[in-house]
């Protein structure tokens, strides 16, 4: 009996080495899963190596006689320099009030268009009215004293000389002393109608200093234009000045916009390329594809010594409701072909091509001046002679001849060979 209850208690006994087959098909699926997804990353590595680039390029033209056009554009061969700027007005005034006080009307709103000595706005002026009153009636009241000082003066007068001729007549009639004080009263009476003379020029002058005190609270514009900005509204107190708190210095800014003109910083590297009536074409940044006439007006006899440029102003010959003050335009300067005269069998001079390509497109690496040359669709460094930046655009004075394509955006640290594709 005791053989086989050993026998059968063996059977019961478990074999902790093997594990479950439940752990085992866990453990394969893992397995499978690591393996898969070590495949799909080395698969992105190696296609992602291998892949092009998105780059922005553009496309390099020469001209003579000018700057060249980039980007793939008809360019012009009387462009001489370009630069950007803002278009202002000439002619601008911020407009304020010549006293204090609280504004109680304003006429206008932005775009009104105002003539010249047209009421802009008032300031509360009560008092003001109050004191030309008082003025007036100070004046009408030494006007009436004057002429009671005439008629006295004239009455004195003429007892004088009565006095004077009866003494003359007959001395026993009217004594000397009689004579005397008479003419003494006549000339104080002089004197009062004199000092009352004063005293009412006095008064009318009191009257215009009221008077202008009044019509120092009506604003009026200074010249025919349009306002370009409110700076105050009824209830603010303005001033001639600003002088903090609550008090404002301006009650609107205008502008003639028939005076508008673009003010450009030149680089100085440049600036002998320009000259006065030069003609000009101004593209607005709010409409790019329409151009607009200019004329070099003025340029500033003096340099800025922080940003090595030359202010020019160009006026705008073009007139159109949708020029705007401090919209920013590009301005390119035109220079007209010289005359030339080519002797009988002479060879014809050959003018420098011009190569200008935007700033971005030129790196500087360990001091130099590089571009990047997409061929091929890949990247080649080249080293080039570049100008100044002049309108966000370099002129390549060296290294360039036309027709290559440069990188300009897209890839932050391009490398020798790097494949890149063309982006929009």
Same mark, same amino acid.
């Given at each position: 009996?005791?053989?086989p209850?050993?026998?059968?208690?063996?059977?019961?006994?478990?074999?902790?080495d093997?594990?479950?087959?439940?752990?085992k098909?866990?453990l394969?699926r893992v397995?499978?899963?690591t393996?898969a997804?070590v495949l799909v990353?080395?698969?992105?590595v190696?296609?992602?190596?291998?892949?092009?680039?998105?780059?922005q390029v553009?496309?390099?033209s020469?001209t003579?006689?000018g700057?060249g056009a980039v980007?793939?554009g008809?360019?012009?061969?009387?462009?001489?320099?370009v630069?950007?700027?803002?278009?202002?007005?000439r002619t601008k005034?911020?407009?304020?009030a010549k006293?204090p006080?609280?504004?109680?009307?304003?006429?206008?709103s932005e775009?009104?268009?105002?003539e010249? !000595?047209?009421?802009?706005?008032?300031?509360?002026?009560?008092d003001?009215a109050?004191?030309?009153?008082?003025?007036?009636?100070?004046?009408?009241?030494?006007k009436?004293?004057?002429i009671?000082?005439q008629?006295d003066r004239?009455?004195m007068?003429?007892?004088?000389?009565?006095?004077?001729d009866i003494?003359a007549?007959n001395?026993n009639?009217?004594?000397?002393q009689?004579?005397?004080n008479?003419?003494s009263?006549?000339r104080?009476?002089?004197?009062r109608?004199?000092?009352?003379?004063?005293?009412?020029?006095a008064?009318?002058a009191?009257?215009?200093?009221?008077?202008?005190n009044?019509?120092?609270?009506?604003?009026?514009a200074?010249?025919?234009g349009?306002v370009?900005?409110k700076?105050?509204e009824? !209830?603010?107190?303005?001033?001639?000045?600003v002088g903090?708190?609550?008090?404002? !210095?301006?009650v609107?800014?205008?502008?003639?916009?028939?005076?508008?003109?673009?003010?450009?910083d030149v680089?100085?590297?440049?600036?002998?390329?320009?000259?006065?009536?030069?003609?000009?074409?101004?593209t607005?940044?709010?409409?790019?594809?329409?151009?607009?006439r200019g004329?070099?007006r003025?340029?500033i006899p003096?340099a800025d010594?922080?940003r090595?440029?030359?202010?020019?102003?160009v006026?705008?010959l073009?007139r159109?409701?949708?020029i705007l003050?401090?919209?920013?335009a590009?301005?390119?300067f035109?220079e007209?072909?010289?005359?030339?005269?080519?002797?009988?069998g002479a060879?014809?001079?050959?003018?420098r091509?011009?190569?200008?390509v935007p700033?971005e497109a030129?790196?500087?690496e360990?001091?130099?001046d590089v571009?990047?040359?997409?061929?091929d669709?890949?990247?080649?460094?080249?080293?080039v002679?570049a100008g100044?930046?002049?309108?966000n655009?370099?002129?390549?004075?060296?290294g360039l001849?036309?027709?290559?394509?440069?990188l300009?955006?897209?890839v932050e640290?391009?490398?020798?060979?790097?494949?890149?594709?063309?982006?929009?």
């Amino acid at each position: 009996m005791t053989a086989p209850q050993a026998a059968d208690l063996s059977k019961l006994r478990i074999n902790r080495d093997d594990p479950p087959p439940a752990v085992k098909r866990a453990l394969g699926r893992v397995l499978w899963l690591t393996a898969a997804a070590v495949l799909v990353i080395a698969v992105v590595v190696v296609l992602g190596r291998g892949s092009a680039v998105p780059a922005q390029v553009v496309t390099v033209s020469t001209t003579t006689g000018g700057t060249g056009a980039v980007g793939g554009g008809s360019g012009s061969g009387s462009v001489a320099v370009v630069a950007n700027g803002y278009v202002v007005a000439r002619t601008k005034a911020a407009v304020s009030a010549k006293i204090p006080g609280r504004l109680a009307m304003l006429n206008v709103s932005e775009g009104s268009r105002v003539e010249k !000595g047209a009421i802009i706005a008032r300031l509360d002026n009560a008092d003001y009215a109050a004191a030309v009153g008082q003025a007036e009636a100070d004046l009408a009241s030494a006007k009436a004293t004057l002429i009671e000082a005439q008629s006295d003066r004239d009455q004195m007068q003429r007892d004088y000389v009565r006095v004077r001729d009866i003494h003359a007549q007959n001395p026993n009639l009217v004594s000397p002393q009689d004579v005397e004080n008479a003419d003494s009263r006549a000339r104080q009476a002089d004197a009062r109608f004199g000092a009352q003379s004063a005293r009412v020029d006095a008064a009318a002058a009191g009257m215009r200093v009221a008077q202008a005190n009044l019509e120092n609270t009506y604003i009026r514009a200074p010249f025919s234009g349009t306002v370009l900005r409110k700076e105050a509204e009824v !209830g603010e107190v303005v001033a001639p000045s600003v002088g903090g708190g609550l008090t404002r !210095g301006a009650v609107v800014t205008m502008a003639d916009l028939a005076t508008l003109e673009v003010e450009v910083d030149v680089n100085e590297a440049y600036i002998a390329r320009i000259h006065s009536d030069q003609q000009a074409r101004i593209t607005l940044d709010a409409y790019p594809d329409t151009a607009f006439r200019g004329v070099v007006r003025q340029i500033i006899p003096t340099a800025d010594r922080q940003r090595a440029t030359v202010q020019v102003k160009v006026s705008i010959l073009d007139r159109d409701p949708q020029i705007l003050t401090e919209m920013g335009a590009k301005v390119e300067f035109l220079e007209a072909p010289p005359p030339r005269t080519v002797a009988a069998g002479a060879a014809q001079p050959v003018e420098r091509p011009r190569i200008s390509v935007p700033a971005e497109a030129v790196r500087s690496e360990n001091g130099r001046d590089v571009v990047w040359i997409v061929r091929d669709g890949r990247l080649q460094r080249r080293d080039v002679d570049a100008g100044p930046v002049s309108g966000n655009f370099r002129e390549i004075r060296s290294g360039l001849s036309g027709g290559e394509q440069l990188l300009v955006g897209g890839v932050e640290t391009p490398r020798e060979g790097q494949r890149v594709k063309t982006a929009p």
